[in-house]
């Protein structure tokens, strides 16, 4: 017996594969793009400013890695600012039942 292939040639399994993760995974936020984009954007930058690939590595990660502590920060300011709002109304809802 022989394995039937679909137009592309791939194997059943892979179709399925991409069609249920790979599909899914593709489509990207918005912000994410733009953020890749900026990324690139700043390193070709650093690269052609410091004309060594070590240093422009090395700025880019500490870049990243400042990058990466205020998206930590933002969030977990947002998570309080969540649960502050979350408690005024669950007050506010006890209040008005009394």
């Known amino acids: 017996m022989s394995k039937k ?3 592309f040639g791939f194997s059943h399994v892979y179709s399925y594969f991409y069609t249920r993760f790979l599909k899914t995974h593709i489509i ?12 690139l954007i ?3 930058c650093l690269y052609i ?4 690939f070590l240093m422009s590595l090395g700025i880019l990660m500490i870049l990243l890695l400042i990058d990466q502590l205020l998206i930590q920060y933002d969030s977990k300011r947002r ?5 502050r709002q979350r408690k005024e ?10």
């Open 5 to 7: 292939k679909n137009i």
């Open 28 to 39: 990207m936020d918005k912000r994410a793009v733009i953020h890749i984009i900026v990324v």
């Open 42 to 44: 700043v390193s070709s």
């Open 49 to 52: 400013i410091t004309e060594s």
């Open 79 to 83: 998570r309080e600012w969540e649960e």
């Open 89 to 98: 109304r669950e007050e506010e809802i006890e209040n008005n039942n009394l």
